[in-house]
């Protein structure tokens, strides 16, 4: 059985996903972790649901990353501060980066072997930031390191079906979400749905550009709505949710054939890095997963005109958010 640690258990995703997270079977225990002392009430008030994981929660002082990382198999971090109208991911940066960093040495330190899911933004910056936190550790390992970009997943099946007038059906379209996770660096591969997304779509060029416009900057609608109150939580902790689930599904329960995009390394993966046309250690691509976590990349497959220019957008501006976060550790100010 599972031992799995959300860090920024506390906040806005933290406590729906920690909620959704109890709800799996295969945990046994499931610690939380933040920096505000209410993630021990919030670690009492999930605990109560009738579940197998045994939920205790741990705040900053006392040692609690040290108590709620030790031995962990997944940690899920929605830890930091989120958007506000007006901002980008990238204005985040200043704050969370050092927030990954520490919980990434903590994870290095106690459970090197964990998975680990990075929610917190900008993901773009954050993965390469833990990647480095490791790699100076000795203890990385690209197979078990994954941004999760699951909601752009989410948000490119519902606006879709939404899209071409199906708002009921949008669970039955299932479309990989490559690239980055912001703004122009999402790269939703429409053309792949499956089922396929009828062809009126593709033909009708304004609709089909504000329906990838409206994939890529959905977050701004949550942000907007929520006038300063924050970005996307129960959304997020939904999809944080599904991509962990399907992880634990292929990694300890034996699932075969278990696909979803994630923001992985691909540094060493030619496959890739030829499909992309540029050496980049970062890109979301559908990973399969298994045992060992990223099992196998997948690749791409075929772009259409219009995909091809939306790659070279994403490749625009993908490579100086990884060299930002890699920078961070190997030079720091
Ligand atoms: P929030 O402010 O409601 O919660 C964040 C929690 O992190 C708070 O409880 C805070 O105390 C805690 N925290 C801060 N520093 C910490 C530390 N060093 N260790 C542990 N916990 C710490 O924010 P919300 O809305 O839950 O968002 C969290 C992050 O997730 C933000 O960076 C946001 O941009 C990101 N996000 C990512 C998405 C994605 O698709 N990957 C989608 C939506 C948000």
């Given at each position: 059985m599972v031992v799995a640690a959300v860090l920024g258990a506390a906040g806005g995703i933290g406590q729906p996903l920690s909620l959704l997270v109890k709800q799996?079977?295969?945990?046994?225990e499931l610690r939380l972790f933040d920096v505000v002392p209410v993630v021990k009430g919030v670690a009492a008030d999930v605990s109560h649901v009738d579940t197998p994981a045994i939920t205790t929660g741990y705040v900053k002082d006392e040692d609690g990353l040290k108590h709620a990382l030790k031995g962990a198999d997944i940690v899920i971090i929605p830890a930091g501060v989120p958007r506000k109208p007006g901002?980008?991911?990238?204005?985040?940066?200043?704050?969370n980066a050092g927030i990954v960093r520490d919980l990434a040495q903590g994870i290095a330190e106690n459970c090197p072997k964990a998975f680990v899911l990075i929610i917190s933004n900008p993901v773009n910056s954050t993965v390469p930031i833990a990647a480095e936190v490791f790699k100076a550790a000795g203890t990385?390992?690209?197979?078990?390191?994954f941004g999760v970009t699951t909601l752009d997943v989410v948000r490119a099946s519902t606006m879709s079906a939404q899209a071409i007038g199906k708002p009921n059906d949008a669970s039955q379209y299932t479309i990989p979400v490559v690239g980055g996770h912001s703004g122009v660096t999402?790269?939703?591969?429409?053309?792949?749905?499956k089922p396929a997304l009828p062809e009126s779509l593709f033909s009708d060029s304004e609709k089909l550009k504000a329906l990838v416009n409206r994939i890529q900057f959905g977050g701004d609608e949550v942000v907007q709505a929520k006038a300063g109150g924050g970005s996307a939580t129960l959304s997020m902790a939904y999809a944080g949710y599904k991509f962990a689930e399907q992880l634990i599904a292929a990694a300890f329960?034996?699932?075969?054939g278990v696909v979803a995009p994630s923001y992985v390394y691909?540094?060493?993966n030619k496959d890739v890095q030829k499909e992309i046309g540029q050496d980049l250690a970062f890109f979301s691509v559908p990973v399969e997963l298994g045992p060992n976590g990223a099992e196998k990349l997948h690749p791409l497959g075929q772009l259409s005109s219009y995909e091809k220019e939306l790659l070279q957008a994403c490749l625009g501006e993908l490579p100086g958010s990884i060299t930002k976060g890699v920078n961070f550790i190997q030079q720091p100010k």
């Open positions: 799996n079977p295969a945990i046994k901002m980008t991911r990238d204005d985040l940066f200043n704050i990385f390992d690209p197979k078990r390191l999402i790269l939703p591969l429409l053309s792949q749905s329960e034996g699932k075969k691909v540094a060493d």
